[in-house]
């Protein structure tokens, strides 16, 4: 029979599971505020280092700093080398839905077994509002938790270093997905490995009216328990360590003040369980009827303790065992209620934003009631677990079948506002006016009332052929891969949402429409013909890159340091620190003296489209050598070419073809040092196709 059951409640969760994750490979948008950023983000990590994206490259910089908020970004990242950016945002919301109610019944099965139906309750509280944020790490983190607290509870009683590097690798994998569940499972380590002897050691000590052993015995009895308690709080020091050297870096950089909510929003927001709700009210109503269900819950437990306490009273047996009534009362499980009560009360003191970031108590409010979950002890019979679980599976196939809806139809609205066309050109960039729109809702007839999953969509559009995006929020701040390096630079492309149609004065002066729809319109800034002057009425058109005092060599075009890119013309695009190099001759020459750099350069030319053959010149100075290497046309035409000390000219030739009435030249070293340079002396250009 127990068999039976078994399997029965195994088809269970995985046909609920399979339930669950259906809208997340059903529709082809999950709606998010900060999901598209964070595919973006992704994208942008594993282009960057790829020279030929210089716009990536010039607008952001990476930061590698050890911050708590990796472990999404790594993963999007990784798999965007073997799938499409959409099917890996999929495959990391299975995992944030999937492992939840996972991570619960482990959890339970490690702490309290007869309560594992209540591990159904993760397949409504995986759909809750910061998943719909975006907010990925976080909800991975919770499922971390949860296995790392039912991992300890298991091995509490005999723990070994094997059992201690186990825990410090879910404790750094937590860390690395989101602090505040890193700090919240180290407390939660804390309290109950100091209760759990506690309570042992009271219980033997006090349990009894009249002790068989002296007090000094019943003590040593205990001290075993709290040596090995001492020892793995001893054990825990380098993460408190972690904790607090990171707590203390966001006092110092971002200041211990914050945001608090008033007492009426937390209120409102506990009760009607709103960390469940995402884009309607509807979900309220769920949040009720799950909340009445604990509440319930918690009855039934306090009624099954008094009726225990009672049972054991009546029945005498203390008066044989000499145990004391409050021993009954009183259990280790009740940690999970003191638990929670804790959390409760951070919820209510803590601030709403501060530090490095917000959502402070909707975070805290998660956990509340599934840290409750082992304290509740219903103990009816298993037509009590049918009804439980019935009650459970009801209110969590209502709760997504809002949710399916709402994808539905805010899958319409966002494929019409990601249907703008005319944004081919690689290595561009775009911004876009509002930096994050949050407007109604055409398919739903409303504007999504917590969740704006119009906000960042836009960086789909932008994730593909190096387009640099200007109102990433996450390169403003410091908890990301990624920061800005140049924020302030001219956009090739402007997205124009639809209630900043109005505001937009002196736009079409630089730029022109080229799509619109219903929601938005995309802008490209207007491009000038390339200058027929600049070849003299040849075939051929040379540039001499050398000092501002220079001495221009005859039917050359001068290029300096700081001869920026003009439209139709030439120039660098990019303003990496560059310094010329003079060989000190009075006599002009071609390509005698040079321009130098260590960071990636790009130097664009206006031209027709055509055939056309490139010859580059290359020499180094007296002291140092040089490595070339150069990226057109978005191949790489000359890789590691080195260039000897001296003042000889090396010289490299490569055909192109243009197609965007653009030759754009990406010159770097490799490496890293003081030697690892590039010198360029000039180029010529010259049509093969007349």
């Known amino acids: ?322 145990e004391r009534l409050w021993t009954r009362a009183v259990t280790q499980m009740d940690a999970f209620l003191l638990m929670a009560v804790l959390i409760t009360i951070m919820y209510f003191i803590a601030p709403w934003s501060g530090y490095s970031g917000g959502w402070i108590n ?87 009332k917590y969740v704006e999953p119009f906000a960042h969509i836009e960086c789909l559009l932008a994730t593909n052929k190096g387009i640099a995006y200007l109102d990433n929020y996450e390169a403003d701040t410091d908890h990301f891969p990624l920061q800005y390096k140049q924020k302030e630079l001219p956009a090739d492309y402007v997205i124009i949402w639809r209630t900043a149609y109005d505001n937009v004065a002196g736009l079409e002066e630089e730029y022109e429409r080229i799509d619109s729809n219903n929601y938005n319109r995309l802008y490209r800034r207007k491009r000038a013909a390339p200058n027929a002057e600049m070849w003299g009425g040849g075939t051929v058109v040379s540039f001499d890159l050398q000092p501002e005092d220079g001495q221009i060599a005859p039917r050359h075009i001068a290029v300096h340091a700081d001869t920026i890119y003009t439209d139709g013309q030439y120039g660098w695009l990019t303003e990496s620190e560059r310094d010329d190099f003079e060989n000190g001759s009075e006599v002009p020459q071609p390509y005698a003296d040079s321009i130098f750099g260590a960071e990636d350069a790009v130097f664009r030319v206006a031209l027709p489209n055509g055939i056309y053959e490139v010859t580059c010149y290359f020499s180094a100075n007296e002291s140092e050598p040089l490595e070339i290497n150069l990226i057109a046309g978005g191949e790489k035409q000359i890789q590691r070419l080195r260039i000897p000390a001296g003042n000889e000219t090396i010289e490299k030739r490569y055909n192109i073809t243009i197609t965007d009435e653009h030759l754009t030249q990406v010159i770097y070293p490799r490496g890293k040092g003081e030697h690892k340079r590039w010198g360029w002396c000039g180029f010529r250009i010259r049509s093969t196709d007349g």
């Open 1 to 322: 029979m127990k068999a039976h059951l078994l399997s029965v409640g195994y088809v269970t969760v995985i046909v609920l599971l399979i339930i669950h994750l259906l809208p997340i490979w059903g529709f082809k948008y999950f709606p998010t505020q900060d999901g598209a950023s964070h595919i973006y983000n992704a994208y942008v990590l594993k282009e960057y280092h790829n020279h030929e994206n210089y716009r990536l490259r010039e607008v952001y910089k990476r930061n590698a700093t050890l911050f708590p908020n990796w472990t999404s970004h790594i993963l999007l990242a990784s798999l965007l080398y073997i799938f499409p950016p959409l099917v890996c945002e999929k495959i990391v919301l299975t995992l944030c839905i999937g492992l939840l109610p996972l991570s619960l019944f482990y959890f339970l099965n490690g702490v309290e077994k007869r309560n594992m139906v209540f591990g159904l309750l993760g397949f409504i509280y995986a759909y809750n509002y910061l998943l719909h944020m975006g907010f990925y790490n976080f909800v991975l983190s919770m499922s971390l938790f949860f296995f790392a607290l039912g991992y300890w509870w298991r091995v509490k009683d005999k723990l070994r270093l094997t059992h201690m590097i186990v825990l410090y690798i879910f404790l750094i994998v937590t860390y690395f997905t989101h602090y505040h569940s890193y700090a919240l499972l180290l407390v939660s380590l804390t309290f109950f490995a100091l209760y759990t002897p506690a309570y042992s050691a009271l219980q033997e000590i006090f349990g009894h009216k009249e002790p068989s052993q002296p007090l000094m015995h019943r003590f040593k009895a205990n001290t075993t328990k709290l040596k090995s308690t001492l020892i793995f709080l001893v054990g825990l020091t380098p993460a408190y360590f972690i904790l607090f050297s990171y707590y203390f870096y966001l006092s110092s950089t971002h200041g211990t003040g914050g945001d608090h909510k008033g007492f009426e929003w937390l209120n409102d927001y506990f009760f009607a369980m709103k960390s469940l709700v995402a884009f309607r009210d509807d979900h309220v109503l769920i949040g009720r009827g799950l909340l009445a269900f604990f509440a319930v819950a918690l009855g039934l437990t306090v009624i099954h303790r008094i009726r225990q306490c009672y049972q054991f009273h009546k029945s005498e047996e203390w008066k044989e065992t000499g």
């Open 362 to 448: 909707d975070r805290f409010h998660l956990y509340i009631f599934l840290v409750l979950l082992p304290f509740l002890a219903i103990n009816g019979h298993r037509y009590m677990n049918y009804a439980v679980a019935g009650i459970i599976i009801v209110l969590s196939l209502w709760h997504l079948g809002y949710n399916v809806h709402t994808y539905a139809m805010l899958n319409r609205d966002i494929a019409n506002a990601l249907s703008l066309e005319g944004m081919n050109a690689e290595d561009t960039i775009l911004t876009s006016i509002p930096e994050e729109w949050g407007g109604f809702s055409d398919a739903l007839g409303f504007e999504p």
